[in-house]
């Protein structure tokens, strides 16, 4: 049976998996609005697997005897200055999901859960991955972004990156 510390800090964490893929859904509504459908795509798709990070939480949960508490989701922002201001806002919500992960398994290792921890091992390489990913994407725009046919040609890349 999983400690009532570890059950609601895993709670948490399902709600913050969850604004996440809110606040990508917004984004990809905010570049489709602006006609950069690639770009939407791409944000499309992320929110689909901030999603799944939220029911693969919530499956362990419940698999460890524990019971899921959803919260309330707050309402993400809906439009940003400019394309690259999204997408440094990717970057920065994705180094505070990294960082809400290691708080988890902090609170995995006092609870001396260790089946807590080796499941948590996935969302800490996850982490890695997303942001790497987010500061590839931001660095493209950096180097291209006084050229806006460059920024359609990104758009176009992103268009044909498909789910996992
Ligand atoms: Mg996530």
């Known amino acids: 049976m999983i400690s009532k510390t570890m059950q609601d800090a895993i709670n948490e964490q399902i709600n913050k998996e969850m604004f996440s893929s809110y606040l990508y859904l917004s984004m990809a509504a905010y570049f489709e609005g602006d006609n950069l459908s690639g770009f939407g795509n791409w944000l499309h798709i992320q929110a689909h697997e901030e999603n799944e990070h939220a029911m693969k939480l919530y499956s362990y949960l419940l ?6 508490e959803l919260k309330g989701i707050a309402a993400p922002q809906t439009s940003w200055a400019s394309a690259m201001e999204a997408v440094k806002e990717v970057q ?10 290691h708080d988890l398994y ?6 001396k859960d260790y089946a807590t921890q080796v ?3 996935w969302f800490i390489a996850e982490q890695v991955e997303e942001e790497a990913n987010a500061a590839a994407i931001l660095e493209s725009m ?8 460059a920024i359609l040609m990104l758009d176009h890349n992103l268009a044909k990156r498909k789910a996992d």
């Open 63 to 68: 698999e460890r005897g524990g019971k899921v």
């Open 92 to 101: 920065k919500h994705e180094q505070y999901v990294t960082k809400s992960i």
């Open 106 to 111: 902090e609170v995995a290792l006092t609870e």
């Open 119 to 121: 499941f948590l091992h």
């Open 142 to 149: 950096e180097r291209i972004e006084a050229h806006n046919t």
